[in-house]
């Protein structure tokens, strides 16, 4: 094996022990005799609560566990072995662009299939386990085939400009400006052509909810064209809001799971992503993205253009070059994940903070903060270190002692 072969595999194996030895330490933390129910949500969450969450815990680390060791193994053998045999395969094949969409494809491929019985297990068993599945088999086979050619029909046009633009020596500001106006135009029709490929939208059928969220937005001076209830329950009990989209395409989504909360509760949750919206978080996250590509395709092209001219893996076509050195710099990308996580949980908290401020109290965000964590069973104990790496939200009670704290 060459220098840069050594550098890779150690690169992708310390990513995945670390990130086990994480998941490991925050099993252990959390299953720890001294580890309790947090203070602020003892009235909420029993200590059969907080017995079922460890249990759901430590069955989806084992289970997450498993499957790292199992995905590292075939990113292994993918640089190693399955690259260079996959341009073999494909290198007779027509012209540079279908040789690489064809590479793509089987590697998409392989990927899922070896995915396939992980996802299974992880719907069917773990989540059947604690009742939060509500998918049918059915229904994940059509997801499946959805989801396939949906990637397919996204992908290809990518490849065929990657392609393109591996010509020249320099294409990663080129192939940067391409993305993000591909992530401004995916992020418009999103919500209205992907997202109904999977959930259907309805008007919410509780006419008081309704007039009451458009008070809120009225008070909060935003014009938002769309509420929407999503039907989640057809895949999961879990509960969830959000605000998507630019422009026409923005609305707000209510899953249909959350409805069972009282409208206080839910009117929080709104209130908390209208948090996001008018602090701003979807263009200052938009532009985090953009500089976010523009970084890794930077460090892409610099790594397509020694691997290229040092002619490692015995490789020869472009696509597969660029295959290897995107792998490589999106595994070197699992380390700077707590940096933008750092970013994410601060915009949680303006937004908390901004909801409590609407509403004139932050009771029945706390409450529904409390709900959430019962009945998702949420992990209430999670590790410092855990958090700082993983966690995109603060953990509730991190959230509910910052808005017991703040001065409304
Ligand atoms: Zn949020």
Redesign the pocket.
């Known amino acids: 094996m060459n220098t840069f072969a050594i550098i890779f595999v150690t690169v992708i194996v310390t990513r995945t022990l670390w990130d086990i030895l994480l998941d490991w330490l925050n099993l252990r933390y959390t299953l720890s005799p001294t580890s309790t129910v947090p203070e602020v949500l003892k009235d909420k969450l029993t200590m059969e609560d907080f017995a079922k969450a460890k249990s759901y815990l430590k069955d989806r680390t084992y289970f997450g566990i498993l499957s790292k060791l199992v995905s590292l193994a075939v990113d292994l053998v993918l640089i190693l072995k399955i690259f260079p045999l996959l341009e073999n395969l494909v290198s007779s094949k027509g012209s540079v662009m279908l040789q690489a969409i064809l590479f793509f494809a089987l590697y998409y491929l392989i990927a899922k299939i070896v995915d396939l019985p992980f996802r299974v297990y992880s719907i069917f068993v773990i989540e059947q386990k604690y009742g939060f599945n509500t998918t049918t088999p059915r229904l994940f086979v059509r997801d499946e085939i959805v989801s396939t050619l949906l990637t397919a029909a996204i992908g290809f046009p990518i490849i065929a400009i990657v392609v393109l633009l591996l010509k020249y020596p320099v294409w990663w500001w080129q192939l940067s400006i391409i993305a993000i106006l591909f992530v401004v135009f995916f992020s418009f029709i999103q919500p209205i052509l992907i997202a109904p490929l999977f959930y259907k939208f309805t008007k919410l059928e509780d006419e008081e909810l309704e007039k009451k969220i458009n008070q809120i937005l009225e008070k909060a001076k935003i014009k938002i064209p769309n509420i929407f209830k999503m039907d989640a329950s057809k895949r999961t009990k879990k509960q969830n809001a959000y605000v998507t989209g630019i422009g026409k395409s923005r609305r707000l989504v209510l899953f249909d799971t959350i409805l069972s909360y009282s409208h206080e509760e839910i009117l929080a949750v709104v209130a908390?992503?209208l948090?996001?919206h008018v602090r701003r978080h979807l263009p200052k996250l938009i532009i985090l993205n953009a500089l976010f590509i523009a970084f890794v395709l930077y460090l892409t092209n610099w790594t397509y253009s020694f691997i290229n001219s040092a002619k490692i893996f015995g490789v020869s076509q472009p696509y597969t070059n660029f295959a290897y050195a995107f792998m490589f710099i999106s595994s070197l990308m699992f380390f700077i994940e707590p940096l933008i996580n750092l970013f994410s949980r601060k915009?949680?908290y303006e937004?908390d903070e901004y909801s409590a401020k609407l509403l004139g109290t932050p009771e029945p965000l706390i409450s529904s903060l409390k709900r959430l964590v019962k009945e998702n069973l949420s992990n209430p104990n999670p590790m410092p270190l855990y958090k700082a790496w993983h966690y995109s939200?603060p953990a509730p009670e991190e959230r509910i002692k910052h808005l017991l704290e703040m001065k409304i």
Do not use: I
Request: hydrophobic share 25%; glycine share 12%.
């Open positions: 908390h992503e948090g996001h915009m949680e937004a939200h």
